[in-house]
């Protein structure tokens, strides 16, 4: 087969991957930062802590990573607000190409759960399964949630003059839970969705490439398939696998991200019960 024969299909565009890829780097080091903290009476967590420098230089990076997570979700969301189509307003909210949720989203959720009990067929999914509108509006509440927590918490004498000093234990466990809900998802979840599910193991590349293989969208997104075919936009969606090269960069550097993640993952379960809480 050509290196230039068109085999996958479009999925993510260069800034929507530069996005995921900061976002992916942040998360890992504020999860590594924050477990070295929080774990600091263990030998594990004192390893963690001497990877950065030590327990206040984990802080000192935790926050600063923490300032620039914040900063890169304002520039998301003012990049979601270019992407509305305002003349069709508020209808292009809700059309099949949207990240935001629908009435069919939870048709196939419980169309999902009866075809795994196998009542039924499998669901036509479109260009978005509800799965990963969950896993992105995840990543929202969790940003607000932590963000506010976390800037709390980081400037505690301007945080007093605008709450009781009470406020800012409610805060860091509210911080605190939320980044362990958040951890457990993502290095949970996430990873066995994208990458370690049957069809998709070793590893998706969707996000790294931009693009799926278009048979294998052709099966798990059978609706968006149709779509594009039937509007005549299918062969403009088809782009060409990525150089040899590229791709062993890929498969190298999400392994990497995927071990970190599982590092931080079975550390924390096994020393649980050696910190004090």
Known sequence: MSPTTKTRIKRFTPLQRIFHL????SFLTQGATGLARMYIETAWGRGLSRFFGGYESALTIHIYVGIFMICGFVIHFIYML????WKRFPGSLYGPDSILFRPKDLKDFFHHIAWFLGITKAPEFDRWGYWEKFDYFAVFWGMIILGVTGLLMAYPLASSRIM??????VAFWIHRIEAILAMAHLFVIHFFIAHLRRHNFPMDQAMFQGSADLEAARHERPAWIARLEQSGDLEEALVAEAMPAQRVIYYVFGFAAVAVGLFLLI???INVPYISW
Do not use: V
């Open 82 to 85: 270019f992407k509305i189509e």
């Open 22 to 25: 900061l976002l992916m780097l």
């Open 164 to 169: 009781p000093g009470w406020g800012l234990y």
């Open 267 to 269: 550390g924390a379960l």
